[in-house]
């Protein structure tokens, strides 16, 4: 399963079945919750966060001037509040 907030994304669907209410999907990865999560997928076991700097600020990439990413790596699990 995969859910994205990206809308580009193929799990952006998935995300938007969630219906208007926009139950929360909380993300895991080897049971440590994931916060900031943009994507996430159980078969490839794969989540994508915003990634933070050393003062835990949200991370800049100055050239795009977009939020950096990173990637974590593990068994993905969610779950719906």
Avoid at 10 to 30: E, H, I, Q, T
């Amino acid at each position: 399963m995969r859910f994205s907030v990206e809308k580009g994304d193929p799990g952006f669907a998935a995300y938007r079945a969630l219906g208007p209410s926009r139950r929360k999907v909380r993300v895991f990865v080897d049971g440590v919750e994931q916060k900031e999560c943009v994507t996430a997928d159980t078969k490839r076991g794969v989540a994508v966060i915003h990634q933070r700097d050393a003062a835990g600020w949200l991370a800049i990439n100055r050239r795009r001037d977009r939020l950096k990413l990173q990637q974590v790596f593990g068994r993905v699990e969610f779950t719906f509040d």
